[in-house]
């Protein structure tokens, strides 16, 4: 996998996506990345199936040491978000 999916993030799966992508392409066991965050390798499983209670808090840190970053922008009234 040469690039990750970008692009606007409306659900929790969409976010775990985004995550095994990434975990991927850089060579990297759910295991291995729980470790280097100080998880245990259940969260990370969870984070990637998109379970909606996952904490914030460790989600974002799993991007951090995945070197990625959260941008929120806002969006138009007419843009309305799939559920």
């Given at each position: ?8 993030i409306?659900?929790?799966a969409d976010?775990?996506?985004i995550?095994r992508?990434k975990?991927?392409?850089d060579g ?6 729980a ?26 840190e ?6 990625l970053?959260?941008h929120?922008v806002?969006?138009?009234?007419h ?5």
């Open positions: 996998m040469s690039q990750l999916p970008i692009g606007n409306h659900t929790t976010f775990g996506k995550i992508a975990r991927k392409k990297l066991t759910q295991a291995e990345v470790a280097i965050c100080g998880f245990g390798n259940r969260f990370l499983v969870d984070l990637e199936s998109g379970k909606p209670t996952v904490q914030m808090g460790k989600a974002l799993v991007l951090k040491s995945l070197g970053e959260v929120i806002p969006r138009s009234w843009d309305k978000v799939e559920t």
